[in-house]
């Protein structure tokens, strides 16, 4: 079985800088690589230069998404994850969005994303969904529209395999 391995598709400085302490916190810090645009994304999936080496860029198990980026946005990169073969498999998805909107997150949910992430949860809160993400566990709390939420800020679909 491959390491567990995370790649972070997000522009924003100040969000960069928030997930990298998460992710520090959850002891996943070694394992988390930090691509700025939907295209660098597409190039590390892909393993296309710069990405090409496997050992140092390994591929993902879990993919986070900023839905609101320049140029390719977040669901055009979800649109573009569907149509695409990996042979590892296809990585565990999650949205990220600040917007708090119900239609983002039921557009990513469309869109094959596993997860929804409210950007604005506290550090604690994002240290503890990163943590059950990274572990595949469960959210406390069902909703019947098929996700799962945990505080405010994680919504998880049910029903995808690992």
């Known amino acids: 079985m491959r390491e567990f391995s995370i790649l972070v598709v997000e522009d924003d400085d100040a969000d960069v800088l928030l997930l990298r302490r998460a992710f520090t916190r959850a002891s996943l810090r070694e394992s988390v690589h930090f691509v700025r645009s939907a295209e660098k994304a597409m190039d590390y999936l892909e393993g296309t230069a710069p990405f090409e080496d496997r050992a140092k860029y390994p591929f993902p198990n879990l993919v986070l998404v900023d839905l609101n980026m320049p140029g390719i946005d977040g669901f055009q990169l979800l649109r ?46 994002l240290v503890a969904v990163i943590k059950e993400m990274a572990t595949g566990g469960k959210s406390r709390v069902s909703r019947p529209e098929g996700f799962r939420v945990q505080g405010s800020g994680l919504r998880r679909r049910r029903g995808r395999g690992s």
Not at 88 to 111: M, N, W, Y
Request: aromatic letters at 10%; a negative charge.
């Open 80 to 125: 573009w994850l569907r149509t695409q073969f990996f042979g590892h498999g296809r990585p565990k998805i999650a949205v990220l969005t600040g917007s708090c909107r119900h239609q983002d997150f039921e557009h990513g949910h469309e869109l094959g994303a596993d997860f929804c992430l409210n950007k604005t949860t506290d550090l604690n809160e």
